[in-house]
């Protein structure tokens, strides 16, 4: 249980990220990541709400840092 806690601290975040990055945009990252948790929730993964909790919470930072990294390409981009 403690891995799979840790792993829904660091891989939700990490996916928004990396999905930003490819995609160019944060919203399309957290609704690719989000579409990846559900479907593992709905093969049975995701076993209790402290989980959920925690992935949750591990999106909202991803999602937050990806949101800066993309103002700071278009940034780079435009300036």
Known sequence: MLGKLIAGLIFPCLLV????????????????TLAL?????????????????????SLTIGFWYSKRMVKNFKRKKDG
Do not use: C, E, M, Q
């Not at 990055?21 to 944060?26: A, D, G, I, P, Q």
């Not at 948790?37 to 919470?57: E, M, N």
């Open 17 to 32: 990220i990396l999905f930003s990055r490819v995609t160019y945009n944060h919203i399309v990252g957290l609704l690719l």
């Open 37 to 57: 948790i559900s479907v593992s929730a709905y093969k049975g993964y995701t076993h209790s709400w402290p989980l959920i909790i925690i992935d949750g919470i």
